[in-house]
């Protein structure tokens, strides 16, 4: 696939941010208040408009404190679909249907439940004997660096995130319950993470548990390095890809802010 088909799947989730409006509390509205609808709500309550709530700056702080979430929310889907187009390309598989892993699994009330890892390189599918061969020797030498005896004969699994700030227990622990399946199914799960903020215990804890972890840092090896995996493993520069587009990347991304900053 051509890198300007690569740089519109990154960014075409990501614009989306510029068109967030905030909703204030209420679960009942579909779609956020703009500025004139924000003004009569807390100019209509006499104690935010007695204290100056109600105000063009008001708005503006609700409007860039939940769109900067929504940034780096969307910023993770473009992510996980640029990360998922290079493997279909790399490994040359026939159809989608290998992209990507999911198992089903019971919630407390009995009722089953859908769970999905982003992407997968299964060796059964890969094409490319090259990306193949390659794959298989990572994850070789991969478990030999994490003590693991036994080396998954499926293939690896991929869960993919833009950065991994939050050190939330019960987002760690939903993370190993996944891999656990996912070993159980004779795959590697690995945590692709395209930045290199992470906090060094969550690093820690889930290579302790038998997962592989891949960080946005540069030039330290396939077994650390998300872009050294890319570029060395799948056969694709990722690293590349972002130092030739940057250019482009962050005027959008400076655009989405500035609008994000505005009132209106």
């Known amino acids: 696939m051509p890198e300007i088909d690569y740089l519109e799947i990154f960014l075409e989730p990501i614009r989306k941010c510029a068109y967030y409006t905030p909703k204030f509390g209420s679960s009942a509205r579909k779609q956020g208040l703009v500025l004139i609808d924000f003004k009569n709500l807390y100019g ?11 105000s063009d700056l008001m708005y503006a702080a609700h409007k860039a404190a939940g769109g900067m979430t929504s940034v780096y929310r969307q910023i993770g889907i473009g992510c996980e679909r640029l990360f998922r187009e290079v493997l279909f390309d790399a490994a040359g598989y026939a159809d989608r249907a290998p992209l990507t892993w999911s198992y089903s699994t019971k919630t407390r009330s ?5 769970l999905s890892l982003d992407g997968r390189l299964g060796l059964e599918d890969i094409a490319r004997r090259d990306v193949r061969e ?3 020797k990572w994850m070789v030498d991969y478990c030999r660096l994490l003590d693991i005896p036994d080396v998954p004969r499926r293939g690896a699994v991929f869960e993919i995130r833009q950065g991994y700030k939050s050190k939330d227990s019960k987002r760690q622990n939903a993370d190993i319950d996944n891999a656990t399946v996912a070993w159980s199914h004779g795959y590697l799960p690995v945590f692709a993470v395209f930045s290199s903020q992470i906090d060094s215990d969550i690093v820690l804890r889930y290579r302790n548990n038998r997962c592989g972890i891949l960080t946005g ?3 330290s090896g396939p077994f650390t390095s998300l872009y050294d995996f890319m570029d060395e493993v799948v056969g694709y520069d990722l690293a ?3 130092e030739a587009n940057r250019r482009v990347i962050r005027t959008e991304i400076e655009g989405i802010l500035e609008t ?3 009132p209106a």
Do not use: A, H, N
């Not at 209509?44 to 007695?50: G, N």
């Not at 009995?110 to 859908?114: A, I, L, V, W, Y």
């Open 260 to 262: 994000l900053l505005r």
């Open 110 to 114: 009995g009722e089953s439940k859908k």
């Open 44 to 54: 209509s309550d006499p104690f935010y408009s007695w204290i100056g709530l109600d």
């Open 217 to 219: 840092v540069r030039d």
């Open 134 to 136: 390659r794959t298989r």
């Open 240 to 242: 590349g890809f972002f």
